[in-house]
């Protein structure tokens, strides 16, 4: 079976001296792991297990197996936190991964083309869609009553967005 790695959190700094990591968490999926989880980090190719994790100030305090002390942690700074997908609660109905929502075309409402999502920026309390569009690049941030539709079959994002946010033309 294919493993399908979806990422649940990057990893922001080491804290303390004994291999913490603090953790900024995208959506909830991370908080909801169990100790034992395998856990990959993207700049490294083993696989490492959780051993605990806690919340503090809105992200989380992670200890992964073999990060026992700073040095060790200060070398997986800026790691993307990645978990097999079958470890993961099922998505709901409408749901879908993050991630999986690069490649997708954006549209508006009218069927305007906005551009396409090149990358799902995580970090600041609210997801960013990246879209490169004919003049440049945009950020939109992930609001829900922004989002009219997610249609995974044509691999397609409406987004009704505020007069003026963007230049669609």
């Known amino acids: 079976m294919v493993q399908q790695l979806v990422r649940v959190g990057k990893v922001v700094k080491p804290h303390g001296i004994h291999g913490e990591l603090v953790v900024a968490p995208e959506g909830d999926t991370l908080a909801g792991l169990e100790a034992g989880t395998p856990v990959h980090l993207d700049s490294e190719s083993e696989t490492r297990r959780l051993l605990a994790l806690r919340p503090h100030q809105r992200r989380l305090l992670v200890t992964l197996e073999g990060i026992c002390d700073r040095t ?17 609660a099922q998505l709901g109905e409408g749901e879908v991964w993050v991630d999986d929502l690069i490649g997708y075309r954006a549209l508006l409402p009218d069927g305007a083309t906005l551009g396409v999502v090149r990358e799902v920026l995580s970090g600041g309390g609210r997801d960013l869609l ?40």
């Open 72 to 88: 060790a942690a200060e070398l997986v700074r800026g790691a993307q936190v990645m978990v097999d997908a079958g470890e993961l």
């Open 130 to 169: 990246e879209i490169e569009m004919r003049e440049g690049t945009a950020l939109i941030p992930m609001v829900r009553e922004w989002l009219v539709e997610i249609d995974t079959e044509k691999r397609r994002i409406v987004l009704d967005l505020p007069d003026g946010l963007v230049d669609a033309s």
